[in-house]
């Protein structure tokens, strides 16, 4: 069966510091990867994407994530984090329906 | 440019009640999704529209849910018989011929109570 699965339930970062937020993905055949972020009582913001190529993913907002295909892992990150960050991020795996199939949520709690 | 829109933000009904929510895709996405998000949950997948056809409704977790897409463009989601278990957000998002990417309202909260 093809899931998503994120390992932390809340990540606590200080502001200025790096951050990480961890995915790991079962799928099969080459897995088409989204990160999304959610703030309270909005909809899913698209952050970015790995379908091919580079294992470096950039999108917006200064976030990126990286692609490790032996690990079966695509982990987001920031350089430097900012107290606006806070919020709840779903990473996610397309099907070959075109369906979504999301993790359960990662909440980031960024601390001045 | 407008991104999606849902209709209502909120809709508090009554258990046994018959519910309508609507999505309005951005302009010229031929593919609709519905998601729906319980608390403390990732979205889950419910059915993908391609145009006015319901493409995989696998999602659809019993003959009381329905969804129609008439003219390719806005699409409602019908839920007959509510229950309590049928409380959560409800999601709807949109994406070009060709891309990957899915664009996400900002969900219709449904309570029944």
């Known amino acids: 069966a093809q899931s998503v699965a994120q390992p932390e339930d809340q990540v606590n970062v200080a502001e200025g510091n790096p951050l990480t937020v961890k995915c790991t993905y079962s799928v099969s055949g080459n897995p088409y990867l989204f990160w999304y972020v959610q703030y309270p009582n909005r909809g899913l913001q698209f952050l970015l994407k790995?379908?091919?190529?580079?294992?470096l993913v950039k999108g917006s907002y200064g976030f990126e994530a990286e692609f490790n295909k032996s690990q079966t892992s695509f982990h987001l990150k920031k350089p430097s984090a900012l107290v606006s960050d806070s919020a709840l991020y779903f990473c996610?795996?397309?099907?070959?329906?075109?369906?979504?199939?999301f993790g359960q949520g990662t909440t980031l709690q960024v601390k001045p | 440019g407008a991104g999606v829109s849902q209709t209502p933000s909120n809709k508090v009904t009554e258990k046994g009640k018959y519910v309508e929510l609507r999505c309005d895709p951005i302009s010229g996405h031929t593919a609709l999704y519905w998601y729906r998000q319980s608390l403390g949950q990732g979205p889950e997948f419910l059915i993908y529209?391609?145009?006015?056809?319901?493409?995989?409704d696998s999602g659809l977790p019993n003959d009381r849910f329905f969804a129609v897409r008439p003219e390719g463009s806005v699409s409602t989601l019908k839920i007959q018989r509510t229950e309590r278990g049928d409380s959560a957000m409800y999601l709807c998002?949109?994406?070009?011929?060709?891309?990957?990417?899915?664009?996400f309202g900002p969900g219709t909260r449904l309570t029944v109570l």
């Open positions: 998002a949109s994406s070009q011929q060709g891309s990957d990417t899915q664009y």
């Open positions: 529209f391609q145009g006015t056809g319901a493409a995989d």
């Open positions: 996610a795996v397309r099907v070959f329906t075109g369906k979504l199939i």
């Open positions: 790995y379908i091919t190529g580079d294992n």
